[in-house]
């Protein structure tokens, strides 16, 4: 069983459209990440989010941990071809203190087309 | 910010052959450092968590015989797969945890090719 179901996990759009990748879970977690990884590259941090119902933005992407600690999201407006990768969310388990191993979802590879 | 060095980038080998993969913090000290395993398209899955000075400890279906790991010291961890095969054909990636923030800072991870 998937502690963290990410979806979609594939995505292909236009350049300008907007997106929208989703994470969710029935278990609380102490704080969410979600990374950018590109081919042949380790995962990068855009953001880490650790309050229920927090908002983070960085620059077209928003990014949103739910209320109750359990899903979160990443939108993107107008999307650009620069965009395109491998974006993953992973999260520590409430109670694991942030030390313990990072829970990934499953990825979403999203293509932006020019 | 952290950085995590892994090397090689990439390694070509003949099956039975061993490798081996370093894992470096560059700017921090980290006792615990971790391998994954990621396929094509895939998420990454993870493998085993290094403890420096200790044994790994290995996640349910990892062979430990197979891919040894060592972390001898606050700065390094090794993973040396043993008798590769083609099916150890993979892209490794290490990650350490700087104590400054809440995420983990990834390595550039390695393509293995056992031919």
Redesign the interface.
């Given at each position: 069983t998937q502690l963290l179901e990410q979806s979609p996990q594939f995505l292909s759009i236009q350049e300008g459209e907007n997106l929208t990748v989703y994470c969710n879970s029935s278990s609380v977690f102490s704080s969410l990440q979600w990374y950018r990884q590109e081919p042949g590259e380790g995962p990068v941090l855009l953001v880490t989010v650790v309050t229920g119902g927090e908002v983070k933005k960085l620059k077209r992407l928003t990014f949103q941990f739910g209320d109750a600690r359990k899903d979160s999201s990443l939108h993107i407006t107008a999307a650009q071809p620069g965009d395109t990768g491998l974006y993953l969310c992973a999260g520590f388990l409430h109670g694991s203190g942030n030390t313990g191993k990072l829970i990934f979802g499953q990825g979403t590879t999203l293509q932006v087309k020019p | 910010g952290a950085v995590?060095s892994?090397h090689p980038?990439w390694v070509i080998c003949k099956s039975g052959t061993s490798v081996k993969i370093e894992c470096r913090s560059l700017d921090f000290q980290a006792t615990?450092m971790?391998w994954y395993r990621q396929f094509p398209?895939?998420?990454?899955m993870?493998m085993a968590?290094s403890n420096e000075g200790s044994k790994a400890t290995y996640e349910q279906g990892v062979e430990k015989d197979k891919f040894l790991i060592n972390h001898a010291s606050l700065t390094l961890s090794t993973l040396t797969v043993t008798s590769a095969h083609p099916e150890d054909s993979s892209?490794y990636?290490c990650?350490a945890?700087d104590g400054g923030?809440?995420?983990?800072?990834?390595?550039?991870?390695t393509?293995l090719t056992v031919v």
């Open positions: - | 995590v892994q980038s615990t971790f398209k895939q998420s990454l993870l968590t892209f990636i990650s945890r923030h809440y995420g983990y800072t990834f390595g550039s991870g393509r």
